[in-house]
């Protein structure tokens, strides 16, 4: 056999104003942002819980949402949930940070680390209260296109393959693969050797008990241990693209086995995986070629279409603002992305790609969409003071202020000036 041809058809199972591919931080916000916002809304989620990397990924920490000097930058949906995370869960937000904004001058910043599945839990009865719907363990495959507009989407699930109609999409798949396979320019990613879960073994449970602070029963088991940066990824392990199965199954098992050869020096008895990451802890596979791509260079710029200021999370000062352009492109109408699917180059994408960064662009691509069928226009075309003063609203931080801006405005990440690291993910 060397082809065969697949014919099936599908009748539309029901019409939604915005459908969310992907139940990640991003698509959380968005789904949630769009139902408050009164558009009839379905969130889809492959897997079987919502938060994505920030849950399923075992990433839970909120990296820095301040300036690195004692002013918040990041609000709204994401200031929201990181007080959530700490009700139920474990909580390390600063001393200084408890209250709110530190009233004195302060170089600790904003971070919350937090329980992945209590906070997956937590984001549950967000989306139930904001009466947006949702399917677990149920796949957006391919969307319907019309030329450049997209009019549904198939889904792959228990019930079988499914259609659902939508007015409005938003790519929230964390590797823009919904659009990808609608044709939809996107640009390919590289990964470094980075994969993690959680041990438990005596000497951890001890201290635990000794201490009385649960997250001390867990330490991390590495696979490949390689940081953002790429710093000391080996030779002979490849970059993954992380866009083909095979790549994806190179990655999982080739760390596995390292897993497997640190644990094999240990006694049985003594440690227990207690959990693995749910899904490839990829930072980036692809993402949208949107109408703009964010740069470190973008530092300190403000933008007219901006939907957010956000802040460096590795380094203090560094400022930046989200153009609109980066979710969407004027081509394609009725599709936009948010969280790791927007655009940017280099270590300006990783800005963009983080927690806090992703919740505020699912809740600015919410808007945005609802607004263009309000208005009944492109996404790209939207009215955006209208726009920027809904956000507003919601609490998130448009233009940073410029008292905020230090004299010296070089910008050094990781050691390297601007030209050195634009034109790569680091
Ligand atoms: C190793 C590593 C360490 C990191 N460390 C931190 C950190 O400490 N702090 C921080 O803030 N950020 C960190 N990040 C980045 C951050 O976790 C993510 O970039 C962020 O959570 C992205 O959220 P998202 O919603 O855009 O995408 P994702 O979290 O990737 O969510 C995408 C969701 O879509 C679902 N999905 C995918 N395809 C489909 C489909 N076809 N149909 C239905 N559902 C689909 C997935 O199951 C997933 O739930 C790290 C990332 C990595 C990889």
């Known amino acids: 056999m060397d082809t065969i041809t697949l014919t099936k058809k599908l009748t539309v199972k029901k019409e939604y104003d ?50 690195g000097r004692g002013k918040q930058i990041i609000f709204g949906l994401c200031e929201k949930w990181a007080r959530m995370s700490a009700k139920h869960g474990f909580s390390t937000i600063p001393e200084e940070w408890r209250e ?36 677990l363990d149920c796949m957006a495959c391919d969307p319907v296109m019309e030329g450049n507009l997209c009019r549904g989407v198939v889904t792959e699930s228990k019930s079988g393959t499914e259609l659902y109609g939508c007015k409005m999409l938003i790519d929230t798949t964390g590797d823009c693969d919904v659009l990808r396979r609608g044709g939809i320019p996107t640009v390919a990613g590289k990964n470094f050797y980075t994969y993690y879960g959680r041990l438990v073994t005596l000497e951890s449970c001890r201290a635990a008990i000794e201490s009385g602070d649960i997250r001390k029963a867990f330490v991390s088991v590495k696979g490949g241990g390689i940081n953002l940066f790429g710093d000391n990824q080996p030779e002979d392990v490849p970059q993954w693209s992380g866009l083909t199965a095979e790549e994806v199954t190179d990655y999982l098992l080739r760390n596995q086995q390292v897993m497997l050869e640190g644990l094999k020096t240990s006694a049985p008895f003594s440690r227990e995986i207690a ?40 380094h203090r000062d560094h400022l930046f603002e989200v153009p609109l352009r980066t979710l969407c492109r004027r081509d394609y109408p009725n599709v936009l992305v948010a969280g790791r699917s927007a655009d940017g180059t280099g270590y300006g994408w990783d800005l963009l790609r983080v927690i806090p960064p992703a919740i505020l662009t699912g809740q600015a691509a919410a808007h945005a969409a609802c607004m263009a069928l309000r208005q009944r226009t492109a996404v790209a075309n939207v009215d955006i003071k209208k726009l920027q003063t809904v956000l507003e609203n919601d609490n998130i931080m448009i233009h940073f202020p410029d008292a905020y801006m230090p004299e010296d405005r070089t910008v050094v990440i990781h050691g390297k000036n601007t030209a050195e690291i634009e034109g790569g993910h680091m």
């Open 100 to 135: 709110g904004e530190p009233k004195a001058y302060t170089e600790k910043r904003y971070t919350q680390r937090f329980s992945p599945y209590i906070f997956a839990f937590q984001l549950n009865e967000e989306i139930k209260a904001s009466g947006a719907d949702i399917l």
């Open 18 to 67: 915005i459908i969310v591919c992907g139940g990640g931080v991003a698509g959380v916000a968005a789904a949630v942002t769009a139902a408050n916002a009164g558009c009839s809304v379905l969130l889809l989620e492959k897997s079987n819980i919502v938060g994505g990397l920030a849950t399923l990924g075992l990433v839970n920490l909120f990296v820095p949402m301040c300036n």
């Open 275 to 314: 959990t693995l990451p749910l899904m490839p802890q990829f930072r980036t596979t692809a993402h949208i070629r949107g109408d703009y791509s964010l740069k470190v260079s973008d530092a300190y710029r403000h933008f007219e279409d901006s939907i957010c200021a956000i802040n460096d999370f590795e």
